[in-house]
């Protein structure tokens, strides 16, 4: 499939939303070797409110994602709401008024909610954050896009450069976030964050593509 | 796990029922925000203080409203930062026309969601606000590049002594200035004995031997800079003392206000133990005590340790810390 619609990105929260719940725990136990042991909570609740946002007729993908956004923003706290509502406002704004997006909208978008988690969190590649997921996760999409790949292909790539930005962040010591205050003691854990974030893309490359 | 509750996913909304519950006089409690307000609504003319982070701290931030301390705080999830709607609804809710003085402590979550409250509240054209942030940890290394130092333990003192120069009318600017001061000159470090249980986890955060002990921990079970063998508490005293005294560069003949603080689950016996030693450290440095807090007052559920906060005084900052005070947590001169 090259293009998707507002079902499937209401597919996609209600997949990710699943993922989460089944994997709260890990999030959980990945957050507290190096965090304060909520992420795997907080992501699965927040989500939760999203998938059970009322199905409201003729809205545009852009509405229903700001909604998510807004959701995020309001029920999960900590930084991952902030983080996470602002990907998907800023991810939400170039799709306005488009009813179906193909690759070139959905990297427009994945760029655009990128730079805003990047604007809220001031992380860098290599701070051990979710962004070690997304920075190579939007390189790898636009990569298949310019290659001529359909959504599918674009979403897969995404999710594969994702995963393997999240092992990445395994032996790094984090210099962004509650992982930062333990200083080398941080080395040798998964962040939560890009684990997280990992789910997100595997998630749409399952619904969206 | 093996705590007082119904079901742990109504911890903090039970608790500030039960707060309101207690203390009907004092304070009105919004349950669907979950924020602590002091009753009577906002005070016209004045300044007002906006306080809040994750729970699990108590009595911070709840238990600091009141006359000469906060005006509102507002209550996250336990050790999760609240969300910008609850912080943006609070300062409408205490806005008496003099501004709005957001404490935010520097962790990522507490910063991000104040800042998104600041800017929607700008957006709306309502309260003017300012933020202080706290940053008083010396266990955490601070760089540039880094999120920066941990809010804690001088995060009470500020909430007291700003609180004081609210209530004598002080402008939104000064007010700011004087948090910064407090801030500037105030240094912590903790220790744990123990972990704590968040009750959504069930399980500690992190296991911690017999023989063991974390040291530079923050406030929210958090594992610390380092696990080393348990000492004797004259030991524990000087290795939480000497990186508080060496970085505000404290000198023979300053004098501080002390706060020898509980993390939930020391009893006061041993918190009185440690302010003998942290004592008798600074009177042989030459550091006279001015004025002294010992207790809980910025916890982390029920961890054992404890923390140790020193504020450079002077006279103004004496005379604030002394003006009267009522809350559920601090309470005197009334």
């Known amino acids: ?209 | 796990m093996k705590k007082l509750l119904n079901d742990p996913a109504d911890v903090v909304v039970e608790a500030l029922a039960g707060m309101a519950a207690a203390h009907p006089d004092r304070l009105d409690v919004d349950l669907e925000h979950k924020l602590v307000l002091r009753a009577g609504g906002p005070v016209q003319g004045k300044v007002a203080l906006v306080s809040g982070g994750g729970s699990g701290h108590e009595p911070m931030h709840g238990g600091y409203v009141g006359t000469g301390m906060l005006h509102a705080a507002c209550c996250g999830e336990v050790f999760t930062s609240p969300v910008p709607d609850q912080i943006l609804a609070a300062t409408q809710a205490v806005d008496g026309g003099a501004g709005v003085l957001h404490i935010v402590k520097n962790y990522t979550g507490d910063i991000m969601n104040f800042e998104m409250a600041a800017e929607m509240a700008a957006e709306g054209g309502g309260a003017q606000v300012a933020s202080v942030v706290t940053d008083d940890d010396v266990a955490v290394q601070d760089s540039a590049y880094t999120t920066g130092r941990r809010g804690v333990g001088v995060t009470v003192l500020l909430e007291k002594i700003v609180g004081a120069a609210a209530e004598e009318g002080r402008s939104l600017e000064e007010c700011l200035a004087l948090a910064q001061k407090v801030n500037g000159q105030g240094r912590s470090m903790g220790m744990a004995l123990t972990s704590c249980t968040v009750p959504a986890a069930g399980k500690p955060t992190f296991e911690l031997g017999e023989d063991e002990m974390e040291l530079g921990i923050g406030i929210h079970g958090e594992a610390g800079r380092a696990r080393v063998p348990l000492a004797p508490a004259r030991e524990i005293a000087e290795d939480l003392l000497g990186p508080v005294v060496a970085d505000l560069g404290l000198a023979r003949g300053e004098s501080v206000i002390a706060m020898v603080n509980g993390m939930g689950g020391t009893p006061l016996l041993e918190l009185y133990l440690m302010y003998n030693e942290v004592h008798r450290i600074l009177a042989a440095a030459g550091v006279t005590v001015a004025r002294n807090l010992v207790g809980n007052y910025i916890t982390s559920l029920e961890m054992a340790g404890c923390s140790v906060t020193l504020l450079r005084a002077d006279d103004e900052l004496v005379r604030l810390w002394d003006a009267p005070v009522d809350t559920p947590g601090l309470r005197w001169g009334v």
Not at chain 1, 13 to 32: G, K, P, V, W
Not at chain 1, 133 to 159: H, N, Y
């Open chain 1, 1 to 209: 499939m090259t293009v998707a619609d507002v079902s499937q990105f209401r597919a996609w929260i209600a997949d990710t939303s699943a993922m989460l719940t089944e994997q709260a725990e890990h999030l959980t136990d990945l957050d507290r070797a190096i965090g304060d042991g909520d992420h795997g909570t907080n992501m699965a609740r927040g989500f939760a409110a999203c998938a059970a946002l009322p199905d409201a007729d003729g809205e545009g993908i852009d509405a229903y994602l700001k909604k998510v956004g807004m959701t995020l923003v309001s029920q999960v706290g900590g930084a991952s709401g902030p983080l996470y509502g602002t990907f998907f406002l800023r991810f939400a704004a170039p799709l306005a008024g488009a009813t179906s997006v193909g690759p070139t909208e959905v990297a427009q978008a994945l760029r655009a909610g990128v730079d805003g988690v990047v604007a809220r969190g001031k992380a860098e590649v290599g701070d051990k954050t979710m962004y070690d997921a997304l920075a190579p996760a939007v390189r790898a999409f636009d990569g298949a896009a310019s290659g001529g790949a359909d959504l599918a292909g674009c979403l897969e790539a995404a999710a594969v450069a994702a995963a393997g930005g999240r092992d990445s962040t395994e032996p790094l010591v984090a210099r962004k976030g509650r992982a930062s205050y333990l200083g080398e003691r941080s080395a040798g854990h998964l962040d939560p964050g890009a684990t997280s974030a990992t789910m997100l893309l595997e998630s749409a490359a399952r619904s969206l593509g």
